[in-house]
């Protein structure tokens, strides 16, 4: 219980620490000129959601420090560095698109056809990078080969999904504040509750950033809508049995097919609950 008590704490601790270290990192890139236009055509910092592995950081090395002295139960050093790592790459591996990626090439097909003939994009490294990294975290939370090939692909769609839904300020994070509010309700029916606690310090972070997002100063860009899509997929892979998983995939895979061919700013813009929702508390 105490271990679920620092936690919590530590949860509140990243989230105050990102919203006060948000503004000084929109000005740090506005200064050196890391600027995308964002859905409005204005020049905006893009990238800021690497503030969540490096807030984050000092909440995980926190509770490695304090759990094992004070908890009689065992920390599970292996998860939360497993975690972390995940967490890390797909940022870094983001990052490099914010800062170093162009538009030029669209969309996973895209992409694929850019790295079938020769070319190595962004967003083919991402797709790549992303997929080891769903891989390995698969053989942590999946048994057999099956069962490792389905949750792979799952956390690999659900980060991309993330990255998706980040076109306009705040969806990606309403959304997964939705998916974090399914699982937590789920975790608590189960009993399995162990991966969302392990969350709580990047959950906070992303808290704590929220209104930065909301109020368009910024775009997390995919160095932050990678972790969000990957911690949601861990959530999902740690909850749902085989079939559950299977069914995840068909969803997220039937959703990217739509997505190749239809955009989801007009769907959400034609659908008077979606459009409600997506304009919540917007002010741009």
Excluded: W
Excluded at 17 to 28: A, R
Excluded at 58 to 69: K, N, S, T, V
Excluded at 235 to 249: E, N, P
Aim: glycine residues 10%; proline residues 3%.
């Amino acid at each position: 219980m105490l271990k679920h008590s620092l936690m919590v704490a530590l949860f509140i601790f990243s989230a105050l620490t990102t919203y006060f270290q948000t503004p000084y990192f929109i000005d740090m890139f506005s200064r050196g000129n890391k600027l995308a236009k964002n859905f409005q055509g204005e020049l905006i910092p893009q990238g800021i959601g690497i503030l969540f592995i490096l807030c984050s950081l000092p909440g995980y090395a926190l509770y490695l420090a304090l759990a094992q002295p004070y908890s009689k139960a065992t920390v599970d050093a292996a998860a939360v560095l497993l975690l972390f790592l995940a967490f890390v790459t797909v940022s870094l591996l983001g990052f490099i698109d914010d800062m170093l990626g162009s538009r030029d090439v669209l969309g996973l097909r895209g992409h694929l056809k850019a790295f079938l003939s020769g070319k190595l994009t962004t967003g083919s490294l991402k797709a790549i990078g992303g997929l080891l990294v769903s891989f390995l975290v698969s053989i942590f939370l999946s048994a057999g080969v099956g069962e490792i090939i389905i949750s792979t692909l799952v956390l690999a769609l659900f980060t991309n999904l993330l990255n998706l839904l980040d076109l306009r300020p705040g969806r990606a994070i309403k959304f997964y504040f939705c998916l974090l509010f399914i699982f937590g309700l789920s975790s608590l029916v189960s009993g399995a509750y162990q991966p969302f606690v392990l969350m709580l310090p990047l959950i906070g972070t992303v808290l704590g950033y929220f209104p930065f997002d909301l109020k368009a100063r910024c775009m997390m860009g995919d160095a932050g809508s990678n972790v969000l899509g990957m911690s949601a997929g861990i959530l999902a892979v740690s909850q749902l049995d085989y079939y559950g998983k299977l069914i995840a995939l068909v969803v997220l895979a039937a959703l990217h097919i739509f997505t190749e061919r239809h955009s989801l700013s007009a769907i959400i813009a034609n659908s008077r609950i979606l459009s409600l929702f997506d304009n919540l508390g917007r002010q741009n």
